[in-house]
T-cell receptor, first 116, second 112 residues
Framework: SAVISQKPSRDICQRGTSLTIQCQVD?????MFWYRQQPGQSLTLIAT?????????ESGFVIDKFPISRPNLTFSTLTVSNMSPEDSSIYLC?????????????FGEGSWLTVV | AQTVTQSQPEMSVQEAETVTLSCTYD???????LFWYKQPPSRQMILVIR??????QNATENRFSVNFQKAAKSFSLKISDSQLGDAAMYFC?????????FGAGTILRVKS
């Protein structure tokens, strides 16, 4: 298993500002992902964070809005840029310990952002 | 594209009784994995059970079991002897290549 810590756990942000969320894993993992959960809705994959290269974004998500870094095998950041109230969501970091298919995917506790 | 459908927005069960949550999915892949996750009010996503599509045997984890019907693309979750702590949002998820596609979720309420 993997223990995942996210910071901040919760924040209230001003419209037009940017916020960076950190994700730290207690062991080296092959794959890291970022998901968004809008209020009352399900989880949607934003991107796969690739170590040492640009993240791979899903349809509807772009690097300018959600820049992602992954400098090593245990750490990643997601920035939510130029925030608007529509960005109010829970953002969740998740990991797949190995590169094989069928991993159990572990989640962090989420970062609950409210944009005012 | 893969899709996951949970047709029950909300379910209720009496404590100690059994409840079944429904899930169907659509995919053209033959090798994939299915999961049920639980999300309590704390928002932490907790893995309940995992099923490998190439295995015919239904997965079980204590009071939790699945009914996996591959041909029908159905993956229901049965919770036996329901407890108050089972109250949560339950998400069905499909995985191919470790990317998860989630259903809309089912809120499970447990009555004492």
């Amino acid at each position: 298993s993997a223990v995942i810590s996210q910071k901040p756990s919760r924040d209230i942000c001003q419209r037009g500002t940017s916020l960076t969320i950190q994700c730290q894993v207690d062991s080296q993992v092959t794959m890291m992902f970022w998901y968004r959960q809008q209020p009352g809705q399900s989880l949607t994959l934003i991107a796969t964070a690739n170590q040492g290269s640009e993240a791979t974004y899903e349809s509807g998500f772009v690097i300018d809005k959600f820049p992602i870094s992954r400098p090593n095998l245990t750490f990643s950041t997601l920035t939510v840029s130029n925030m608007s109230p529509e960005d109010s969501s829970i953002y969740l970091c998740s990991v797949a310990p190995t590169g094989r298919s069928g991993n159990t995917i572990y989640f962090g506790e989420g970062s609950w952002l409210t944009v005012v | 594209a893969q899709t996951v459908t949970q047709s029950q927005p909300e379910m209720s069960v009496q404590e100690a009784e059994t409840v079944t949550l429904s899930c169907t999915y659509d995919t053209s892949e033959s090798d994939y994995y299915l999961f049920w996750y639980k999300q309590p009010p704390s928002r932490q996503m907790i893995l309940v059970i995992r099923q490998e599509a190439y295995k015919q045997q239904n997965a079980t984890e204590n009071r939790f079991s699945v009914n996996f019907q591959k041909a029908a693309k159905s993956f229901s979750l049965k919770i036996s002897d329901s407890q108050l702590g089972d109250a949560a949002m339950y998400f069905c998820a499909y995985s191919h290549g470790n990317k998860l596609v989630f259903g809309a979720g089912t809120i499970l309420r447990v009555k004492s």
